[in-house]
């Protein structure tokens, strides 16, 4: 029995194997073209950085669907499931996924006019609102042409493109769920999910269902890693409100307890406050900087005692555990191991 | 023969017969549903009214390339251009471009921090910068949603939202260049033209040219179409640059000349620096609320002196003349002379 430091560090490995082939691919399937300044801002926040993880979810489970060891067939020819010796380029479908992605970081900074994003500026800042606007505007349907270049045939391709379509919507939906309950004192834990639901987890549901729908495998197949995805996307945002709370401000890049001194909505804090915690006044500073370590230890040992980390904790747990048995419909290989590891580490990673 | 005045007359009949039923379609594809704030602040540009040009092309389009009697059958279940007794929801098709329309006009709003349009307040006055980025973001995903409902069979719907994704990049490509044009003082008209292509004229040709892949007529017939929109769309913008300096205030809805105050770059500014004139400089106050109706008229004097505003008209009666030639490949029948109509409309009409 591996460890879990071991297994953390197989899936990083396997994830950063994969990160290496998505960023040469990006600038493949998006190259700076005429108008330039346009393009360099849509590019700007795919080039600083990022784990790839919902492209890496992508290409593992196209590698689990067609049973091949992982890392031995090129992405951009990759076997369909059919016997007719037909190739489908899924390298193509992982960056229209991270495109998306790419497009949403970049409104959404704009809309909580945040400065920093991946250590660099937020795009609006480091060109101005007109040109974030645009770059978003541009990625958006930059992802539905990269999408077209898989060469899948025809019916699988509106499927994907449906896939993609519904899933820009509900992202939409979710961010302006988000948006709203900053003015509600009274979100229940339900309401919480469903829009993490929509905002985060759809994008994972999408990168772990495309690959299935691209290289055609059956509608069951289809549906079981779409909930894989919706489960362990729900997972990972969920454990990023854990992990505000619990890991040392060194560590995570930024304060932590930023969430509870923003009056931010987390699954931790709406199931406190159904336990008549009053959670708005939980930290009495009201700004980043001011906050003190010993306050944010006195409003994670509330937090504790109500059982609200613990029940997020175990939430994500669930979600994972469930995550996990939906792949059950996938051949039993490695990449399929991959796929359960990248659930748990979703989950158990430190930042 | 007809006078101008009886077909702009019988232009704005058959324009106003379908608004009508696209005013009816508009709620059916986009209905006002959870999160209620996302989806009014998503329809209240389209519910605000607009002449409903593009789809009308495109509903048009259809009515000749199938060789029907204008109005006669109805575009949810339109006759495919096959002998399969098949239909196509052309319908759905028109709705999908002026959702794309109402999103650009959105984000174009924000960034000019405009506060009108169409008589009412801009979307992010109205509501807020972020509610009208996300009703953006929401209508450009529902315009692929939407165009997947024409029920077109596999491989015309591929090439259909093939037209619609790049139609979108091409109009943050052209949108992006105006921006950058405000910080040049040597724009050419080639570029200015390019600009105005990109900008506006794609989506005329998407309208003209999508009732003919949505119907399964053939390249030719598709790529002439095409050209028909991108001429006559182009001949529409620059015909909107001209009725900004002739037409009187009160009739246009805005301060005649409002482009000149605001140093926009239009194809008669840019044509009268060519000839060598000091467009900056033509009008002295730099606030349309305070230019007097003698400054503009002075102005408009040197542009028509040399010749700017006479390049304009000429230019645009050339693109309409080029696209009603495209044509030909339509039937000879009513719907197909009412498409030449709309070309000449958008260079005659008064406002």
Chains 1, 2 share one sequence.
Not at 268 to 275: K, L, P, S, Y
């Amino acid at each position: 029995m591996t460890t879990p430091e071991a297994r953390e560090e197989a899936v990083l490995e396997a994830v950063g194997k994969r990160r290496e082939q998505v960023n040469e691919a990006i600038p493949e399937e998006l190259p700076i073209q005429r108008p330039e300044r346009l393009y360099e801002a849509s590019r700007y926040l795919l080039d600083a950085g990022g784990k790839r993880l919902r492209p890496t979810v992508l290409l593992t489970t196209a590698e689990a669907l067609a049973d091949v060891e992982p890392l031995s067939v090129d992405y951009r020819e990759f076997p369909d499931l059919g016997a007719d010796g037909q190739t489908i380029d899924v390298m193509a479908g992982a960056v229209s996924v991270e495109v998306i992605q790419s497009f949403t970081l970049i409104h959404d900074d704009i809309m909580d006019d945040d400065d920093l994003r991946r250590g660099v500026p937020a795009v609006h800042k480091e060109y101005d609102l007109e040109t974030a606007i645009l770059a978003g505007d541009t990625l958006y349907s930059k992802a539905f042409e990269i999408m077209l270049e898989t060469g899948a045939p025809a019916e699988r391709l509106v499927d994907a493109l449906e896939i993609l379509a519904t899933t820009c919507t509900k992202i939409c939906e979710g961010q302006s769920l988000d948006v709203s309950f900053e003015q509600r004192g009274d979100v229940t834990t339900d309401e919480y999910l469903e829009m993490v639901e929509q905002k985060t987890a759809v994008l994972y549901a999408a990168a772990a269902c495309l690959p299935a729908v691209l290289l055609g495998a059956d509608d069951e197949t289809v549906d079981a890693l779409y909930g894989y995805g919706l489960d362990v996307g729900r997972a990972f945002q969920i454990q990023d409100d854990v992990l505000d709370l619990t890991v040392p401000s060194e560590k995570l890049g930024k304060q932590r307890g930023s969430d509870l001194v923003e009056n931010k909505q987390t699954l931790i804090t709406v199931h406190a406050r159904e336990q008549g915690i009053d959670v708005a006044n939980l930290v009495d500073t009201d700004r980043v900087e001011n906050v003190t370590e010993a306050e944010i230890d006195a409003a994670v040992a509330v937090l504790e005692e109500s059982g609200s980390i613990e029940y997020a904790n175990g939430t994500a747990r669930d979600l994972v555990a469930r995550g996990k048995d939906r792949l059950e419909v996938l051949p039993d290989n490695e990449a399929h191991d991959l796929l359960l590891d990248i659930a748990d580490y979703l989950i158990e990673r430190g930042y």
